[in-house]
């Protein structure tokens, strides 16, 4: 919960989960309504955005988007092949692109989360999908989402 500090600063006071929503601490429950600012872990990533165009447009609060990592941290050379060919569900095969200082990377479709558009106002767009290749992304969403082949 966000506190005020000596020297009209700003912290915060760790609590459990289960304490910030059950009330249990004086003066320690999570406002819903309206939202609390938290301390949060966070990684700093690549990323794909799979709002569409016309949803950025219409909300400009929630941003749809998957952590992009480096096929490089794949140990095993059988497990890249495999991603490399999508044919593991969870991922989405990029391959390098010297344009974009892109090493071979892959979406992690396990990893999607859901951002406030401030967080990546003044980012660098660094690439836009050709058609074929919303498609081949969108496909494996639906095989990591369903695990069924399209008919």
Avoid at 52 to 72: F, M, N, T
Avoid at 84 to 92: C, D, L, P, Q, V
Wanted: charged fraction near 25%; charge should be positive; aromatic fraction near 10%.
């Amino acid at each position: 919960k966000a506190v005020s500090l000596r020297g009209n600063r700003r912290g915060f006071e760790a609590y459990t989960w289960a304490e910030a929503i059950a009330g249990n601490v004086a003066g320690v429950r999570f406002d819903f309504s309206r939202g609390e600012h938290v301390a949060a872990f966070c990684q700093s990533s690549r990323a794909v955005v799979l709002s569409y165009d016309c949803e950025i447009d219409q909300d400009s609060k929630h941003l749809l988007v998957a952590l992009v990592r480096p096929l490089g941290v794949v140990q095993e050379p059988e497990n890249r092949r495999v991603i490399r060919e999508n044919r593991n569900f969870s991922f989405w095969y990029l391959p390098s692109d010297d344009r974009f200082q892109l090493v071979d990377s892959y979406v992690d479709l396990r990893r999607l989360t859901c951002l406030d558009q401030s967080f990546v106002n003044g980012s660098r767009k660094l690439a836009s999908l050709a058609s074929d290749a919303v498609r081949s992304l969108q496909r494996q969403i639906m095989l990591y989402l369903t695990r069924r082949e399209p008919l």
